[in-house]
C-alpha cells in the first residue's frame, strides 16, 4: 500500500508541444502521427499538440515551425482511436481566432496559459473555451515565482472564468517536492471540490518525478509527462518512468507501460537532435528558476554573440524575465558581449 | 498666442496624464475633462487644477462645446463609449484624437503619417495601442528603406502599467497593433505578441522589432533610418531610446528600444502608457498649430 494506491490520474501527454521545443518546432507530420497514435495505443488519455508555444505560436520571436497548427491538428486528431486532444493557447501570443481554428480541428480540451500572477488576462480566452463546452483548463506558468496563497487567488480568478481544471506548472523545474505540496495544497483549499488541480513538471533538477508524486499526493488529479521526457530545458517528467513508479504504487492510470517505454524508445529518442538531458545549461534553469523555453535560444545567442550561455541564462534570471520573453535573450547577449570588450 | 481650447474625455490614468501633459502645450489648452464618476480622483484633480469638469459623461460637456470654443477632444475611454461620443462631438465640429482600440478613424502614428493625416485634414485619428505608438516608427525605419515582407514585434510591459480594460481583452491589442504593423509599418505581414511581467520594481517597457525583407537588408541606410526615427520619436518621448541593434541575421533586422515615461501623473516605468498620451497630444498639437495660424480657433 502507498499513498496513492487506487487514486485515478489522469495522464496528459507533451511530447508533441512541449516536446516541439527541442526539436525547434521541425516536427514531421509523420513524426506527429506516429508517437500520437502509439500514445493512443498505450492508453495514453489526453494528447497535445501544437506549437512548443501554443497556438500562434509561429514568429520570429519562437520560432516557426515546419506545419502550421492547423496542419498538426489535421493531421493527428482523426487518427486517434481513444485519445482525445488538447491545445495550448498563450493570451498575448494567440487569440480566440486560434482557440475557434483548435476546437474545428477537433480539440477538446484548450489549456490557457498565463504568467502565474496575471490569471486575468486570460478571462477572454477561458470564457470562449466554457461556452464552447470544452474542457477548459487555466495554467499558471512559472508557478514557483508566487507564493503559495497568491497563486491559489490567481487559480481562482481561473476558476471564476469557467476553468474545471487549474494547473501548477513549473515552467523553470525549480520547485522541490515541498514548492509543490504547498501550491497544490493552497489550490485544493482555495478552489470548488469539483475543479481539478494539475500539475506540469520540467525535469531540470531531476525532480519531475518527484514533484509529480507529491502533486498527486496533495490532490492534483492531472499531471503532464511526455515520452522520453522530451521538453523543453531538461524535458519534462519522464511519461514512461512516471507510468512505471504509478504502477509500483498502486495508482490508477489505465497507461500500458511497456508500449509507453517502446514510444519513448523506438520513436521519440531516436528523433531528438540532441539528448535531452540535464546539461549545465538545463541545470541552470533549474536552479536559477529561469523558463525552460530559453535554453536553446541562449545556446544560439552565446555562440552567436561569442558569450558564455550560462552567463546569458543567469542574467535572464537576473533580469526577473517570465515566460515568452525569448527576445530579451539577444538583446542581454549583446549586453553581456559588450561588457565583456569593455565598452 | 491663443491656444486651442481641448476636451479631456475620461478621467482615468490616461487621461490624467493627458491633462498634466496638454498644460503644457504651446498650442492646447485643456479646458474641460470629462468623467462617469463624481468621487474619481481624476475629476478631484482636474478641478484642483482649475479645468471645469463634468461627472455625466460627454453629455455633460455638450452644452458647453461651442460657448467654451472646444475644437479638440481626447477620447479615454473604452471603444464602445467611443463610437456614441465621436457621433456627438463631430457633427459639433469636435476634432476627435481617439486613444481606445474603437479604430473608427485611421491609425495615427505620428512619426510616420501624422503629417498625411495633416493634410487631409481627418476628423476622426484613432491612435492604435502603446504597443503600436513603440514599435510601429522601428517597422517604418525598415520598410522605408527597402520592402519589409513580415515585421513582429514584441512588447514588453510591467504588470502595474496595464489596466482592467486591456486585461479583459488581450485580443484586441495583438490584433490592432499587428494590423498597424502592416497599415501603417509598411510590413506586408504584421504579427505582434505582449508580455506582462510583473517585476519589482516594475520593469520599464521594452520593445523588440523584428523585421524581414524582401531583399538583403542595406544595413547602412537602414541604420541611418533607424537613427532618425529615434530622434523624431524622442521629440515627444524624450526617453525613447535604442538599446540593442539594429541587427542583421540573414534577412532578419531587429532593433530593441526601451520606453521611459516622463513621469508626469504615472510612474517612469509606464512609458507604455506614456507613449500614448504623449502622441496623442503631439496629433492633436499639429492641427492646433494651424487653426492658431489660419485664426480658425
Known amino acids: 500500500m502507498s499513498a496513492l494506491t487506487g487514486r485515478r490520474v ?11 521545443h527541442p526539436k525547434r518546432h521541425q516536427m514531421t507530420l509523420e513524426q506527429m502521427i506516429s508517437v500520437a497514435t502509439g500514445l493512443d495505443d498505450a492508453g495514453v488519455p489526453l494528447i497535445e499538440v501544437t506549437h512548443g508555444d501554443g497556438m500562434g505560436g509561429a514568429s520570429v520571436n519562437y520560432g516557426f515551425p515546419l506545419h502550421t497548427d492547423e496542419e498538426y491538428l489535421r493531421a493527428v486528431v482523426p487518427r486517434l482511436k481513444r485519445s482525445k486532444v488538447s491545445a495550448l493557447l498563450l493570451p498575448g501570443i494567440g487569440t480566440v481566432d486560434d482557440l475557434a481554428l483548435a476546437v474545428d480541428c477537433g480539440v477538446t480540451t484548450i489549456r490557457v496559459a498565463t504568467h502565474c500572477t496575471e490569471a486575468d488576462v486570460s478571462e477572454q480566452h477561458l470564457v470562449a473555451a466554457r461556452k464552447r463546452g470544452l474542457d477548459t483548463v487555466g495554467f499558471l506558468m512559472m508557478a514557483h515565482m508566487t507564493p503559495p496563497e497568491a497563486l491559489a487567488a490567481q487559480g481562482k480568478l481561473m476558476e471564476s472564468y469557467g476553468a474545471n481544471c487549474v494547473y501548477v506548472t513549473d515552467s523553470a523545474g525549480y520547485m522541490l517536492p515541498d514548492d509543490v505540496t504547498a501550491r497544490i495544497d493552497a489550490l485544493r483549499a482555495a478552489l470548488r471540490p469539483e475543479t481539478e488541480i494539475g500539475f506540469h513538471g520540467h525535469h531540470n533538477l531531476s525532480m519531475g518525478v518527484a514533484n509529480t508524486l507529491a502533486a498527486i499526493e496533495r490532490g492534483a488529479s492531472r499531471v503532464d509527462a511526455s515520452a522520453a521526457g522530451l521538453g523543453a530545458g531538461a524535458g519534462n517528467t519522464p511519461l514512461e518512468v512516471l507510468v512505471a513508479v504509478l504502477s509500483r504504487m498502486g495508482a490508477l492510470h489505465g497507461v500500458d507501460l511497456y508500449k509507453v517505454m517502446d514510444v519513448a524508445e523506438d520513436l521519440v529518442v531516436p528523433m531528438m537532435d540532441h539528448p535531452v538531458r540535464i546539461d549545465r545549461d538545463a541545470l541552470v534553469l533549474g536552479y536559477a528558476g529561469v523558463y525552460s523555453s530559453f535554453l536553446l535560444f541562449a545556446k544560439r545567442a552565446g555562440e552567436r554573440y561569442g558569450v558564455s550561455s550560462r552567463d546569458i541564462l543567469v542574467e535572464m534570471g537576473r533580469r526577473k524575465t517570465v515566460g515568452g520573453q525569448e527576445d530579451m535573450i539577444e538583446d542581454a547577449a549583446l549586453d553581456l558581449a559588450r561588457r565583456a570588450r569593455g565598452e | 498666442m491663443k491656444k486651442v481650447k481641448a476636451a479631456i474625455i475620461g478621467s482615468g490614468n490616461i487621461g490624467t496624464d493627458l491633462l498634466f501633459k496638454a498644460r503644457r502645450s504651446e498650442w492646447i489648452d485643456p479646458v474641460w475633462v470629462v468623467g462617469i464618476d463624481a468621487a474619481s480622483d481624476g475629476l478631484a484633480r482636474a478641478r484642483q487644477l482649475g479645468v471645469k469638469v463634468t461627472h455625466e459623461g460627454v453629455d455633460g460637456l455638450l452644452p458647453h462645446v461651442d460657448g ?28 476627435m484624437i481617439d486613444l481606445t482600440p474603437a479604430a473608427i478613424g485611421p491609425y495615427c502614428i505620428p512619426p510616420v503619417n501624422l503629417q498625411a493625416h495633416y493634410d487631409s485634414q481627418e476628423m476622426n485619428l484613432n491612435m492604435v495601442s502603446c504597443g503600436g505608438q513603440a514599435t510601429v516608427p522601428m517597422v517604418y525605419a525598415v520598410s522605408r528603406v527597402q520592402p519589409v515582407e513580415y515585421g513582429e514585434i514584441v512588447a514588453t510591459v510591467s504588470s502595474r502599467s496595464v489596466g482592467p480594460g486591456t486585461r479583459k481583452n488581450i485580443d484586441e491589442f495583438t490584433r490592432t497593433t499587428a494590423a498597424a504593423v502592416e497599415k501603417v509599418g509598411g510590413a506586408a505581414r504584421g504579427k505582434a505578441i505582449i508580455i506582462i511581467n510583473p517585476a519589482e520594481p516594475p520593469l520599464i517597457m521594452r520593445d523588440t522589432i523584428h523585421c524581414r525583407t524582401v531583399d538583403a537588408p542595406r544595413q547602412a541606410a537602414i541604420e541611418e533610418s533607424v537613427r532618425q526615427m529615434i530622434k523624431e520619436v524622442q521629440r515627444y518621448v524624450p526617453g525613447y531610446t535604442l538599446k540593442n541593434g539594429p541587427v542583421f541575421d540573414g534577412r532578419r533586422v531587429t532593433t530593441f528600444v526601451e520606453v521611459e515615461g516622463l513621469g508626469d501623473y504615472l510612474p517612469k516605468y509606464a512609458g507604455t502608457l506614456d507613449i500614448m498620451t504623449a502622441a496623442a497630444l503631439r496629433t492633436a498639437e499639429m492641427f492646433a498649430e494651424r487653426m492658431v495660424k489660419e485664426g480658425r480657433s
Open chain 2, 68 to 95: 467654451d470654443e472646444v475644437r479638440i477632444a481626447f477620447d479615454a475611454t473604452s471603444a464602445y463609449v467611443h463610437r456614441e461620443n465621436a457621433r456627438k462631438l463631430q457633427e459639433r465640429g469636435v476634432r
Open chain 1, 10 to 20: 489522469v495522464l496528459h501527454d507533451m511530447t508533441l508541444r512541449d516536446g516541439m
